[in-house]
């Protein structure tokens, strides 16, 4: 781990935090390093049950740090850092059987808010905003961008936000769907904690596969995804925590869930 990714854990939550506030947590080799480090150790704990990402300061994440991470005068071979860097990010974030929680505390632009929308769930704080900033500088969405967006937003909304490059407030994203829900700024940080405790108490094999299923149906065509259903959900009935929450719901008690994956 390094300083510009801060990691703690708190109620079998692993909060991940980017931490270059004052380039609004743009995305360096640094930003790269730490969250390879964070998501190992993610992996690795058996005790950590959800993730938290969020950003320091009065950003989430501006995307690519256009200062640093491009040397001299160009032409850059943009590929070469998307598939070594943005990428295995994507991948690994959808891949984890854990769920992230993504609390936007401030503005995410280009790919910052895009490895946003790689997250499960989806928060801001009432003065963040949102811009698909990479037609400003002549790119196109990456880290994931024309994928998910149009998955959340609508084929339109997707298609006017990534060409026109404008700012939304997170009051459209609620409307538009991207973000489940926006809190106020005093509370924000309060309530993001809250969720990702709360998802740190659910069936962990459950949420795993619940993940798995819901990363298939963008591919799978209804036949397919009926049979994986069945599948995912007889390997779930053998789970004690199947057992537990059947037991709770007889004996009209909260289920007090493993959190073992498998
Ligand atoms: O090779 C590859 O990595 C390819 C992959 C590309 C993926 C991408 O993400 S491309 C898109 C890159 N991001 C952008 O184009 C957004 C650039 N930033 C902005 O447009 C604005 O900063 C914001 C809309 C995000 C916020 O505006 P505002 O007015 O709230 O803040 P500001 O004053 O512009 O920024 C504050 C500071 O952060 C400022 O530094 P200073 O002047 O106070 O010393 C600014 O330079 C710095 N900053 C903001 N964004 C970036 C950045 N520094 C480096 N890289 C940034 N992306």
Redesign the pocket.
């Known amino acids: 781990m390094n300083e510009a990714v801060l990691y703690e854990t708190r109620n079998n939550v692993a909060v991940v935090t980017l931490n270059r506030p004052?380039?609004?947590n743009?995305?360096n080799a640094d930003i790269f390093a730490g969250l390879g480090s964070a998501f190992d150790r993610i992996e690795a704990d058996a005790d950590v049950r959800a993730v938290l990402l969020t950003g320091a300061g009065?950003?989430f994440c501006?995307?690519?740090?256009?200062?640093?991470?491009?040397g001299g005068a160009g032409p850059?071979d943009?590929g070469?850092?998307?598939e070594r860097?943005?990428n295995p990010l994507v991948r690994r974030m959808r891949a984890l059987p854990k769920p992230i929680v993504c609390a936007v505390n401030g503005?995410a632009?280009?790919?910052?808010l895009?490895l946003a929308l790689a997250a499960d769930v989806i928060i801001a704080s009432k003065s963040a905003?949102f811009?698909q900033?990479?037609v400003?500088?002549g790119?196109l969405p990456?880290?994931g961008g024309t994928f998910f967006l149009p998955r959340l937003v609508g084929e339109g909304r997707a298609r006017a936000m990534a060409m026109l490059g404008e700012?939304i407030s997170s009051a459209e994203a609620e409307a538009f769907g991207m973000v489940w829900k926006v809190f106020d700024d005093e509370v924000f940080a309060t309530e993001a904690l809250t969720i990702a405790a709360n998802l740190a108490t659910r069936p962990a094999q459950a949420l795993a596969l619940m993940k798995h299923a819901l990363n298939a149906s963008a591919a799978n065509g209804l036949d397919a995804q009926l049979d994986l259903e069945r599948d995912l959900q007889r390997q779930l009935g053998n789970t004690p925590d199947f057992a537990e929450g059947v037991a709770a719901f007889k004996d009209k008690r909260p289920a007090v869930f493993s959190g073992k994956l498998r």
């Open positions: 004052e380039r609004l743009a995305l009065r950003g501006a995307g690519a740090d256009l200062l640093q991470s491009l850059w943009l070469a850092a998307i860097d943005y503005v632009a280009g790919a910052g895009n905003n811009t900033a990479f400003r500088i790119l990456d880290a700012t």
